[in-house]
């Protein structure tokens, strides 16, 4: 089984009232282990790594890596480039076989992200690729309310519509209160602001700085129109807990072990993810 094209996935999730998690993976391991969550789930879902991740393995290694994983262990699937941050990383990656691309280009004027998202729109339609763009900036997580945030910029649902038919764009990310990274203290999430922007631009929406988010707020945003949730922050967390604690314990396993065993608590996350979206069983 091939990696498929992400619009197809998340409009099932958009027209169905559900959405599809994209899960941040980085090696051989993380790829693994959400291609076996979801395929025991039955559940779509996309692997994402960026400019972040890159350093461990650079896109063509990447993608080289994620196929022999869903070779190993088919699901129903894409391959997605996250916070891509020039043009030209994504012809890399669009080159390398991801199946859906995103140029981040919120921080800069609005102009500029139409623009470069119009081109990154015409290069990977024609490969058959998926295209999500970002309106509005969404900040760190100490910025947990719509009230006083410091580095978000709120998504305006007409410029949402406006931005939408310019670039073509099949996703579009919004920042309505959201944050990357661990919240800590409960997310204000604007919900008015979101059921507007999805009637401006009837088109699936992306929740970016899922972990954290409260389970009814989550529900309440997939009835509103997110179609796709972003999940890296509990994942490399539990990840580092796991590691630390083995550590902490002097545990002298060999470390292809400790690994291991912090691949299962990699695993509960996911599987988590894709129950909350309401994601199982949709593959």
């Not at 090696?27 to 400019?51: F, H, I, K, Y």
């Not at 043009?87 to 076989?97: F, H, M, P, S, T």
């Not at 959201?178 to 088109?203: K, M, S, W």
């Not at 967390?237 to 470390?255: I, T």
Request: charged letters at 25%.
């Amino acid at each position: 089984m091939d990696f498929v094209p992400a619009a197809g996935l998340i409009r099932d999730g958009f027209q169905k009232g559900y959405a599809v998690p994209s899960f941040c993976v980085w090696n051989a391991e993380t790829m693994s282990a959400v291609l076996e969550v979801a395929a025991d789930c039955r559940a779509p879902v996309l692997l994402m790594c960026g400019p972040g991740e890159f350093p461990v393995l650079p896109p063509a290694m990447m993608a080289g890596v994620a196929r022999v994983a869903m070779a190993r262990r088919p699901a129903r699937a894409a391959f997605h480039l996250d916070h891509g941050d020039s043009v030209d990383q994504v012809k890399e990656c669009l080159a390398a076989g991801f199946t859906s691309v995103m140029l981040d280009f919120s921080r800069r004027p609005v102009a500029v992200n139409i623009e470069a998202l119009r081109e990154v729109a015409a290069l990977a339609k024609p490969e058959g690729a998926s295209v999500e763009g970002e309106l509005g900036a969404v900040g760190r997580a100490d910025n947990v309310s719509v009230e006083g945030s410091r580095t978000s910029e709120l998504t305006d649902p007409e410029e949402a519509r406006r931005y939408v038919e310019a670039t073509g764009v099949d996703m579009l990310a919004v920042s309505i209160g959201n944050a990357h990274g661990i919240y800590t203290q409960r997310p204000c999430l604007d919900f008015a602001r979101l059921e507007a922007i999805r009637d401006a631009v009837a088109l699936p929406l992306v929740l970016h700085g899922g972990s954290g988010t409260p389970e009814e707020d989550l529900k309440k945003a997939i009835a509103l129109g997110i179609a796709k949730v972003n999940v890296a922050s509990e994942l490399t967390r539990a990840v580092r807990e796991s590691l630390h604690g083995q550590w902490d314990a002097a545990d002298r396993s060999w470390m292809p072990v400790q690994i291991a065993r912090a691949m299962s608590d990699y695993a509960a996350i996911v599987e988590k993810w894709i129950r909350m979206c309401g994601a199982a069983g949709r593959a």
